[in-house]
């Protein structure tokens, strides 16, 4: 089992920046994926950043160039750095983590609210 917990989000203007932490409950990064994903009110839930297997980055389009994903090995931990943020990315954001060497199963944090003012 994998407890995944978020921090970070908040209210900010836009062109404003957050960084989101996501902290695993134990060293999950070789054998599982990391992820951000976001939902907005009435929509569903979207792939923001994450990493692949290979170790390289995927971006969802939107914020490609504002965004970045990082992670600390020491101390378990996924970031989503987000800058020049937007009214549109406003939403829940969330931490996965996808078990891709023992189980399959997919770990989602409680989720942070990110609220971008315009």
């Known amino acids: 089992q994998v407890q995944l917990v978020e921090s970070g989000g908040g209210l900010v203007q836009a062109g404003g920046s957050l960084r989101l932490s996501c902290a695993a409950s134990?060293?999950?990064?070789?054998?599982?994926?990391m992820g951000w994903y976001r939902q907005a009110p009435g929509k569903q839930r979207e792939l923001v950043a994450a990493f692949t297997r290979g170790g390289n980055t995927n971006y969802a389009d939107s914020v490609r160039g504002r965004f970045t994903i990082s992670r600390d090995y020491d101390k378990n931990t996924v970031y989503l750095q987000m800058n020049s943020l937007k009214p549109e990315d406003t939403a829940v954001y969330y931490c996965n983590a996808y078990d891709f060497l023992y189980s399959g199963r997919n770990y989602w944090g409680q989720g942070t609210q990110v609220t971008v003012s315009s």
């Open positions: 134990r060293s999950i990064f070789s054998s599982n994926v």
